[in-house]
């Protein structure tokens, strides 16, 4: 009995450096957040616990649609860079005449910070940018794709932010696979095409997941190249939460937008490992 | 049940030569092995029937039908992989459903199929389990299973035992062997190991350096191989020099022989069991060293300055001590070795 408790104060003990660590640095902070949204421990004016900033959230329509805007921010290039990613991971898997090269070429958006991403992008594509100018004497005419209704431009540097990213890490799961196995699949009746969807991808994704999870959040919470090169209307919540606390010292608010960002990643989160559970199950059981 | 032709099938990496021309035809229901040391161009060979490696030229047809230009899925070839190549993410069942599923055979059908393999390789109460839940012995099986369930024309063996311990390997060879008849499938299997190639193989072909270098019944091939190679690599062997005397092809020990075959090669092989020793006090071998293996003796004799193996079975085999002076004999008529040159008998006499 009185092992039993020592073991267990020992055990509590060597969890605490890492424990302690994520409570104090992550589980606090958050505990705030979400405390600050019902005016409870919040930066500024104290006023005790209200609804009234979620009220002010919802009812607000350009914050409801600054909810919706930022999980499209974070959704559609996160999608796009995927659909890029995962064949170009494919593709960079094989042995191809200048692969050394290509797979330095295409880390290069690595490299470059998302504002300078966003830059490029404006000057490439703005009213009057480099791709206009060089389309227009053959007659084409690019839509606006800089502060547009659909954020492109937005997509496209975040895309190209994120694409060499994804494939990265991607790459290395693929890159994982024992190549016996894919050679097995195609000797056993399957294409190219069947072999990657019912073999490779099912293998590779613990890395997709990664991939599709830090891209997404990412996205989530992005500000700067939104700020730079989305639409004036709508906003993302976090262009929003940035004019509350610092312009309007309105930290209850900002707190609830927080917890709201962290609540929908949260669930798409869940509704992504629900969508990939059956290719993790289909054959009955968790890939690797 | 199919026959293979492989036709002038050249391949090389870089700057290194992988196959030389290779050719060579399987017959229907027929079990070939290649057998050669890692780097001979076995595997490639395989690879390249297999369609996963493209040659740089030459040819290959099933029953005539030229395979060359079709892709490994459109081939239907069974090939079973040293490192199982399960597909973690699926049951054994799947696993063996695979290929199945792939060919559109109805699921009522590849059910009936599949639960078929895998009574053959006695796993039917495994079929729901994950390969990480198996052992390397019924993981290859699986592997086995599933290549044989599409009912191939050609099954590829490419070291499938060399990843199993002793015991497991005699066993599973066995097995293998009785389903393969049981099947009449044209195999080939690919192997380093000069045991397994002459347990399972109707012919053997040696591989070297991405030539055929000799093939082969085992039989045939273990006692009267043509080349040093082959007659090294298919286990322990005396390779001696012989020399004519007054027209008679000598041994070392001075033992008049008729060489079976070409004499224009000054050196045959004779295999440590086939030399028979006597202790004899005018002998003119002496015993270098002896080893005690369980089964048999083994000793290390040296004559005219030649040093030849003998190995003895049985209970009844005395031990001789090292310094005995011994008479040697050959038991059977050595074969010799055409890749050796001409000895000049004067090297040896004097």
């Not at chain 1, 540097?157 to 290395?172: D, H, N, R």
């Not at chain 2, 012995?137 to 590829?156: K, T």
């Amino acid at each position: 009995m009185t092992k039993g408790i020592f073991q267990r104060f020992a055990v509590a003990i060597l969890i605490l450096p890492a424990g302690g660590y994520l409570a104090l640095f992550f589980g606090l902070p958050l505990m705030l957040a979400f405390l600050g949204g019902f005016g409870m421990f919040t930066r500024g004016d104290e006023t005790g616990f209200t609804l009234e900033h979620y009220r002010a959230l919802f009812g607000t329509q350009a914050y409801r649609d600054g909810l919706w805007f930022s999980t499209y921010l974070a959704i559609v290039p996160t999608v796009v860079s995927l659909a890029v990613s995962l064949p170009l991971a494919v593709a960079l898997a094989r042995t191809h005449p200048g692969q050394r090269l290509f797979n330095i070429l295409y880390k290069v958006p690595l490299v470059v910070p998302g504002i300078v991403a966003a830059f490029v992008v404006m000057t490439m594509f703005d009213r009057g940018g480099l791709a206009a100018r060089v389309l227009a004497p053959i007659g084409v005419d690019l839509p606006k794709l800089v502060r547009d209704q659909w954020a492109i431009g937005v997509i496209i540097a975040t895309s190209w932010k994120a694409v060499p990213f994804m494939t990265l890490i991607i790459g290395g799961s693929l890159g994982a696979i024992n190549r016996d196995i894919l050679s097995a699949a195609r000797t056993l009746g399957a294409g190219p095409l069947a072999t990657f969807w019912r073999i490779q991808v099912p293998l590779a994704l613990p890395g997709i997941t990664a991939a599709f999870l830090l891209t997404f959040i990412g996205g989530m919470g992005a500000y700067a190249v939104p700020n730079l090169l989305g639409p004036v209307y709508p906003l993302p919540l976090s262009v929003h939460m940035y004019v509350n606390a610092f312009e309007r010292n309105n930290w209850g608010l900002v707190s609830a937008m927080g917890t709201v960002l962290s609540l929908i990643s949260i669930a798409v989160l869940l509704a992504y490992y629900r969508a990939t559970r059956g290719m993790r199950t289909a054959y009955g059981g968790e890939a690797r | 049940m199919s026959v293979l032709h492989i036709d002038g099938i050249a391949k090389t990496f870089g700057d290194t030569t992988a196959l030389h021309e290779i050719s060579l035809r399987v017959t229907d229901g027929e079990f070939v092995t290649l057998l050669g040391p890692s780097g001979c161009g076995k595997t490639t060979l395989m690879r390249i029937i297999a369609g996963i490696t493209q040659p740089d030229r030459g040819a290959i047809r099933i029953d005539g039908r030229d395979i060359q230009t079709l892709p490994p899925e459109r081939r239907n070839i069974g090939l079973v992989f040293q490192s199982y190549a399960l597909f973690p993410h699926m049951t054994v069942a799947a696993n063996v459903g695979f290929g199945l599923k792939m060919r559109g055979i109805p699921s009522a059908d590849a059910d009936r199929r599949v639960t078929d393999a895998l009574d053959l390789v006695d796993l039917g109460p495994l079929a729901g389990r994950y390969p990480r839940a198996l052992s390397g012995g019924q993981q290859q099986r699986v592997a086995l299973a599933r290549a044989v369930v599409i009912e191939p024309d050609i099954l590829l063996f490419d070291e499938p035992l060399s990843n199993l311990d002793a015991k497991l390997r005699d066993q599973l060879r066995d097995d293998l062997k009785v389903l393969q008849r049981r099947l009449g499938i044209t195999a080939i299997y690919v192997t380093h190991d000069q045991a397994e190639a002459m347990a399972l193989a109707d012919r053997i072909l040696v591989m070297k350096d991405g030539r055929i270098v000799e093939e082969g019944a085992p039989v045939a091939l273990y006692r009267h191989p043509r080349t040093r190679f082959s007659a090294e690599f298919l286990g322990q062997t005396n390779v001696l020099p012989v020399y004519l005397a007054a027209g008679q092809v000598m041994l070392p020990w001075e033992q008049k022989i008729a060489v079976i075959g070409s004499t224009t090669g000054g050196h045959v092989s004779l295999r440590p069991e086939d030399v028979a020793m006597e202790v004899d006090p005018d002998g003119l071998g002496e015993v270098q060293s002896v080893t005690f293996l369980g089964a048999s003796v083994e000793c290390r004799v040296a004559v005219h300055g030649v040093e030849v193996r003998v190995r003895a079975t049985g209970s009844a085999v005395g031990i001789p001590a090292v310094g005995t002076r011994v008479s040697l004999s050959a038991r059977v008529t050595p074969h010799p070795l055409a890749d050796v040159i001409v000895h000049d008998s004067e090297a040896i006499t004097g």
